[in-house]
């Protein structure tokens, strides 16, 4: 097994395991920072038996050089950058391009990488058609999964997973038209005409442009809420193997094309117990508000697990400490709320929530604190985004952390096509039974 880290000097040792009369080596596959692999890969060869791990809670699918997260300390780091660091002094793009190329750009490489993008914002006026007949009740996340996959409808040179100049153009095709496809949603939601992007108005501020302004009006996120929501796009961005994530490796691994794969990923990001808790957040405080304000009745409902009831917004697989993006978040939440010069009882009752949870020995011994989620949909609705927008908004951000993952799993060496093993529990053979005897 692995030499305990304070003796790393040593280096990780191979494990060994005994399986009735067979003893195999499990060579170590050492980390840089947290848990070293054990390669089980000959383990059904030499043993004929399998490991079963529901929610895969202790096995690694890959090795991988972009996301390290320490869940005991609360630690989450892009390509090596502190997450604080990132969200205090980059930019969403400028993330975006150290997630996937590996390095902070340089000045050059930014520029051309920022105009790239700029260029090719627009979507053809037969894309706005499509999602201009979808229901008007339709959910945003089912309504981003059509758009994401009608890319590859309109620009099938950009398809071949293979081909890195066609991987390139995906990358920043997808890049470019997010923001783009995120405000069409939004407003063919709310009845508005669609919106185009302007040639050197700025990421953010055409995002904004596009989502927030009314026919004739001219409209414009404040500098310090379009700075806000860049860095809750930065925060975003990757997480390592999460639900997502894993589902847009899995499916790139059958050499399915980018645009496929994410919108698989964005598929697994509306569930409630992943991206959709944004949402599920805040109906989770407007039904304490709307029941009195009572939090010690709710936290007791939680503890007690009436009705299944979650705090929605806390706990993580991996974070067994605060999220450190929600303790940015948390500080973000202050800034746009003053900023904005409006008060939130959703807030104070979010402050109590935590405050309660947090001196409670039931959250402390499970080790449920804060995550992402659960100051983001405070922030989202000050800027003016309805709730059925915060997980369309968490896709928007995590869209490079995708795109990464999925680029160094196709270029891994070590990437076969994704498929687990069972243990099948059901009947033993059985003949077929003709209808005279059933
Ligand atoms: C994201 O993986 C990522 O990186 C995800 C993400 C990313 O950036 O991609 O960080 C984004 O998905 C954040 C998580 C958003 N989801 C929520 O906020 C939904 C509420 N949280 C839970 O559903 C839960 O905490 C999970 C799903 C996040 C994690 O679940 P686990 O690791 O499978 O934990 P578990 O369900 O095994 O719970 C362990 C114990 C249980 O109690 P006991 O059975 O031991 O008595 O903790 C309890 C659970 O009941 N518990 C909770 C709880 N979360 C766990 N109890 C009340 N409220 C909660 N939120």
Known sequence: MTVPIGERGLGPLPGHLTVGEESIELPSVPATAGSDGLAISSLLAKTGKVTVDPGFMNTAACTSDITFIDGAQGVLRYRGYPIEQLAASSSFLEVAYLLIHGDLPTHHQLDEFVERIDRHMYLPEDFR????????????????????HTMACFYPESMDPLNPAAVD????????????????????????????????????????????????????????LAEALDTLLILHADHEQNCSTSTVRLVGSAQANLYASIAAGVAALSGPLHGGANEAVLEMLARIRDSGRDVPSFMTKVKDKQDGAKLMGFGHRVY??????????????????AALGVRDELLDIAREVETI?????????RKLYPNVDFYTGIIYRAMGFP??????????????????QWREMM???????GRPRQVYVGHAKRDFIPWEDR
Do not use: C
């Open 129 to 148: 058609e499509i999602l201009s007949i979808q229901p008007r009740a339709s959910h945003p996340m089912a309504m981003l999964g059509v758009a994401i």
């Open 169 to 224: 153009l995906a990358t920043v095709l997808l890049l470019a038209k997010m923001p783009t496809m995120i405000s069409y949603i939004h407003r063919r939601a709310a009845g508005y005409a669609l919106l185009y992007p302007r040639r050197g108005e700025g990421y953010v501020h055409n995002f904004a442009r596009m989502t927030f302004a009314r026919p004739g009006e001219a409209a414009d996120l404040p500098d310090a």
């Open 320 to 337: 067994k400490n605060y999220d450190p993006r929600a303790a940015i978040v948390k500080r973000s939440a202050d800034k746009v709320l």
């Open 357 to 365: 949870a947090l001196a409670d020995d039931y959250f402390i011994e």
């Open 387 to 404: 709730s059925s927008m915060f997980t369309p908004l968490f896709a928007f951000g995590r869209l490079p952390g995708w795109i990464a």
């Open 411 to 417: 270029t891994d060496p070590t990437t076969r096509i």
